[in-house]
């Protein structure tokens, strides 16, 4: 399966910073999703990363406050802004080959404090 | 409700047991599913899809009741490297919805 890396691992920030997380992956993709994964809670969907265009956003999350590109078939960006105490969780990035039914594969997070 | 719930768990077993997860999801419409196991502090891994046949992958055993909505895990002889989060995971037009996870440990 593709390797998928995610900088930078983990960060602690000052409250009202932003800060961006990159995933890279070392194949072309169909599909690429970002998570939050807040303190002892499962995974949530945040967006799905269209190449090209604007992502699609979930219920809850707006461009604003995250703003995600995805230039390509391999990168794309999450930026978790004007950040707060409760922003602090896991963000990860998943990736799926195909469309539709397919499995999605994890990075391997970033670890984001705000202060 | 939520859209997919687990047993919350832990569960805490003795080398060699044999442990069953159980889920349920909510909406019929649900296309594919599957299991992924998560590890203190990393990130979800898939452990096996989940098919109406049911699918063994070794020690694992995966099954799925569309009827039901119910989506079971069975392992046997269990280790100690099982010890981890068991998430069931639903997909929706594409989208995963992930359950909240059962806890396993497994103890010598």
């Known amino acids: 399966s593709a390797v998928i890396s995610q900088k930078p691992s983990r960060d602690i920030c000052q409250r009202g910073t932003s800060l961006t997380i990159q995933c890279q992956v070392d194949s072309q993709v169909t599909m690429m999703f970002w998570y939050r994964q807040q303190p002892g809670q499962s995974l949530t969907l945040i967006a799905t990363a269209n190449q090209g265009s604007e992502a699609t956003y979930e219920s809850g999350f707006v461009i604003d406050k995250f703003p995600i590109s995805r230039p390509n078939l391999t990168f794309s960006t999450l930026t978790v802004s004007n950040m707060s105490p409760e922003d602090s969780s896991i963000y990860l990035c998943?990736?799926?080959?195909?469309?539709?039914?397919?499995?999605?594969?994890f990075g391997d997070g970033t670890r984001l404090s705000i202060l | 409700r939520k859209e997919v719930e687990q047993d919350p768990g832990p569960f805490n077993v003795p080398e060699g047991a044999t442990v069953a997860f159980n889920c349920t999801y909510s909406?019929?419409?649900?296309?594919?599913f599957f299991w992924y196991r998560q590890d203190c502090r990393k990130e979800p891994k898939l452990l096996m899809s989940?098919?109406?046949s049911g699918n063994e992958d070794g020690r694992f055993t995966a099954q799925l009741n569309r009827a039901s909505q119910y989506i079971s895990l069975l392992i046997r002889d269990s280790k100690l490297s099982d010890s981890a989060t068991y998430l069931c995971?639903?997909?929706?037009?594409?989208?995963?919805?992930f359950g909240q996870g059962t806890e396993l440990s497994v103890k010598p």
């Open positions: 998943s990736v799926a080959t195909g469309t539709g039914n397919q499995p999605q594969h």
């Open positions: 989940v098919y109406s």
């Open positions: 995971v639903v997909n929706q037009g594409g989208k995963l919805i």
């Open positions: 909406n019929s419409a649900s296309q594919s």
